[in-house]
């Protein structure tokens, strides 16, 4: 006969191993899904604990990592059904069906490309990666390698993410606008912090029932507001402004 188990049985209590840098200082405008935006940069910076080169031997035999975090910028309480962004926020479905970042135990699994490992930093090692969904100072809980022969199932079912093609979103960015955002960003790599920018904003960050036209968004990125407006699926830049 089995045994009637108790929560209580199996609580942990879990710590940081490291916290993510990222271009974004707040949740609006990231990424719903790690790898969308395939050439967003981040930082994995480990806690002093763990600022320990041994503890990454044999990382640089890996292209990605699965990153365990913790949805830190989230109030309010989960529900056990939700309404996906994907399904565009009319339909619900189960919150253990969905990726919602409200979830009984508040964490999240994303899957990153290691850009780099540099040991000889004042916080090294710290990991640089690609194409993550987390936002300036998320706590990481736990760090692993992906595994292409276990983690990989290129013909699965996805359920209701099947039902809806995702298109990207055409973005106007006048070059005048986009001039004043590389002298902010990045005047050193004006190609990549262009590039991350269209590539997030063609996700269309806003929220899916929102359908006003004239309504200007704010999203910050890289230390500048970027404001915007979304209309017919096109995302128009409208004004950067220094954050």
Same mark, same amino acid.
């Given at each position: 006969?089995?045994?009637n188990?108790?929560?209580?049985?199996?609580?942990?209590?879990?710590?940081?191993?490291?916290?993510?840098?990222?271009?974004?200082?707040?949740?609006?405008?990231?990424?719903?899904?790690?790898?969308?935006?395939?050439?967003?940069?981040?930082?994995?910076?480990?806690?002093?604990?763990?600022?320990?080169?041994?503890?990454?031997?044999?990382?640089?035999?890996?292209?990605?990592?699965?990153? !365990?975090?913790?949805?830190?910028?989230?109030?309010?309480?989960?529900?056990?059904?939700?309404?996906?962004?994907r399904?565009?926020?009319?339909?619900?479905?189960?919150?253990?069906?969905?990726?919602?970042?409200?979830?009984?135990?508040?964490?999240?699994?994303?899957?990153?490309?290691?850009?780099?490992?540099?040991?000889?930093?004042?916080?090294?090692?710290?990991?640089?990666?690609?194409?993550?969904?987390?936002m300036?100072?998320?706590?990481?809980?736990? !760090?692993?390698?992906?595994?292409?022969?276990?983690?990989s199932?290129?013909?699965?079912v996805?359920?209701?993410?099947?039902?809806?093609?995702?298109?990207?979103?055409?973005?106007?960015?006048?070059?005048?606008?986009r001039?004043?955002?590389?002298?902010?960003?990045?005047?050193?790599?004006?190609?990549?912090?262009?590039?991350?920018?269209?590539?997030?904003?063609?996700?269309?960050?806003?929220?899916?029932?929102?359908?006003?036209?004239?309504? !200007?968004?704010?999203?910050?990125?890289?230390?500048?507001?970027?404001?915007?407006?979304?209309?017919?699926?096109?995302?128009e830049?409208?004004?950067?402004?220094?954050?």
């Open positions: 006969m089995s045994r188990f108790k929560p209580e049985d199996f609580s942990v209590t879990v710590s940081p191993v490291a916290y993510f840098r990222s271009p974004f200082p707040s949740k609006f405008g990231v990424p719903r899904q790690s790898g969308v935006v395939s050439n967003l940069p981040g930082e994995v910076v480990f806690v002093p604990e763990f600022r320990r080169q041994e503890a990454l031997n044999g990382l640089e035999g890996f292209d990605f990592l699965w990153l !365990i975090w913790g949805f830190s910028g989230n109030a309010g309480n989960w529900k056990m059904t939700v309404r996906p962004p399904l565009g926020g009319n339909r619900s479905v189960g919150v253990f069906a969905s990726r919602s970042p409200f979830r009984p135990n508040g964490l999240g699994l994303s899957s990153v490309r290691i850009s780099s490992v540099e040991l000889d930093v004042p916080e090294g090692p710290v990991i640089k990666v690609l194409g993550a969904d987390l300036d100072g998320t706590p990481i809980y736990d !760090i692993k390698p992906y595994v292409r022969y276990t983690d199932h290129p013909e699965a996805s359920g209701f993410t099947d039902e809806q093609e995702w298109n990207e979103a055409e973005v106007v960015f006048p070059e005048r606008l001039e004043m955002f590389v002298r902010i960003a990045s005047p050193e790599r004006p190609d990549l912090a262009v590039e991350t920018l269209v590539g997030t904003l063609a996700q269309r960050p806003v929220p899916q029932y929102q359908h006003d036209a004239e309504k !200007i968004y704010g999203m910050p990125f890289m230390g500048c507001d970027i404001r915007f407006r979304v209309a017919s699926g096109i995302v830049v409208v004004d950067i402004v220094r954050s």
